[in-house]
């Protein structure tokens, strides 16, 4: 079975980088019609998308975080990363890597993380 599995700080100082890292077992990030997605949850908070990376490798950003994000992977460890770059108070959320299946033309999130926390603070 797939599974997915946040990893990184859960602390990050205020206009330094935050970095995660999302590994999967079971299941190739280069498998067609999988797209590889960050999405936060800020406290109190509904969910936020923040970009995906697909599975031929080209990326995509939410408008609002796209001039401080870069989604990348690592095919040899079945890996990909998250870097969120000058981050403040207000990035502070958990932060899940999902799937997204695309292969019917929709838009599925079937397999989570169980998701890290990042706490922003001096």
């Known amino acids: 079975q797939v599974q997915l599995q946040e990893s990184g700080p859960g602390l990050v100082k205020p206009s330094q980088t935050l970095s995660l890292i999302c590994t999967v077992s079971?299941?190739?990030?280069?498998?067609?019609?999988?797209?590889w997605t960050w999405i936060r949850q800020p406290p109190g908070k509904g969910l936020e998308w923040i970009g995906h990376i697909t599975d031929s490798g080209s990326t995509y950003y939410s408008p609002s975080l796209k001039s401080r994000t870069s989604i990348s992977r690592d095919t040899s460890r079945n890996q990909f990363s998250l870097q969120l770059s000058s981050v403040t108070p207000e990035d502070t959320a958990v932060y899940y890597c999902a799937r997204d299946v695309r292969y019917s033309g929709l838009s599925e999130y079937d397999i989570w993380g169980q998701g890290t926390q990042v706490t922003v603070s001096s």
């Open positions: 079971g299941g190739s990030i280069t498998t067609r019609y999988y797209y």
